[in-house]
């Protein structure tokens, strides 16, 4: 059975891909901040499919806390999987900030730093001697890279910093066969910086090919079809899976 680790994944993205993935056969170890109930819930979920799945509390902007993590996904690994190795890590933690450039405090500009790039980059350090040779990451980005958003600047400079370092952990992950992919959802209808309103709704639909936002099990079902082998060959790429998003 491989195993997937998925940060953020109490509710919204990374919910929907616990639950893809564990539907794909596999085990799921998934994080969050402050919801233990929502992440309990996810747990529960996948196991009353017949699935088989464990919640870690993990704080993505607290670079400092990733080596106990990593203890404790030891643990979890021995005492569930009876494994030492896990197979795929999906950094998707993350949170929306809507702030023109001229009002982002310094405050606000560390913390979307340290949640979008700063973490993801030392939490797969920290984490990669457990991944297993033939293992990937998937570092969830966003469509904001591409297409310029008034309101997101440091958000989607950040996605795009992270967008860059996935082709660098291809490159340098290559030796041990460890792929490294980035999938950049357009709109989609989840809690992420309070939500939609109906009026921004409309909007990013009537700029989006096919009419409408997306749904979040129309991301996780990707990243879960791309950590299977059937994607073996996908490798250093960046994913944009938003229905024809201002094409």
């Known amino acids: ?79 569930t999987w009876n494994r030492t190795s896990f197979d795929y890590l999906v950094n998707n933690a993350g949170y929306g900030l809507y702030h023109p450039i001229d009002t982002v405090t310094e405050e606000e500009f ?12 030392f939490l797969t350090q920290t984490l990669l001697p457990l991944i297993a040779d033939g293992g990937q990451v998937v570092n969830m980005t966003s469509a904001t890279t591409r297409v310029a958003t008034a309101g997101v600047a440091p958000y989607a400079s950040f996605k795009g910093g992270l967008e860059v370092l996935t082709r660098y952990m291809a490159k340098e992950f290559g030796d041990r066969r460890i792929r490294a992919n980035s999938i950049a959802p357009g709109a989609i209808r989840t809690e992420l910086g309070g939500g939609l309103t109906s009026n921004f709704e409309a909007q990013l639909a009537a700029q989006t090919a096919l009419g409408r936002v997306g749904e979040p099990d129309e991301i996780g079902s990707v990243i879960a079809g791309l950590l299977s082998d059937d994607s073996r060959w996908i490798n250093a790429q960046s ?3 938003a229905g024809g998003y201002n094409i």
Do not use: W
């Not at 994944?9 to 969050?32: D, E, F």
């Open 110 to 121: 560390d913390g979307l730093f340290n949640v979008h790039l700063k973490g993801p980059f």
């Open 239 to 241: 994913i944009e899976v």
């Open 1 to 79: 059975m491989s195993i997937v680790i998925i940060t953020g994944a109490s509710r919204g993205l990374g919910a929907a891909t616990a639950v893809a993935c564990a539907a794909r056969g596999m085990g799921v170890i998934l994080t969050y901040n402050n919801n233990p109930e929502a992440a309990a819930g996810v747990v529960t979920r996948i196991t009353e499919a017949g699935g088989r799945a464990v919640a870690l509390q993990l704080d993505v902007a607290d670079a400092s806390s990733f080596p106990a993590f990593g203890l404790s996904v030891q643990t979890a690994l021995q005492e």
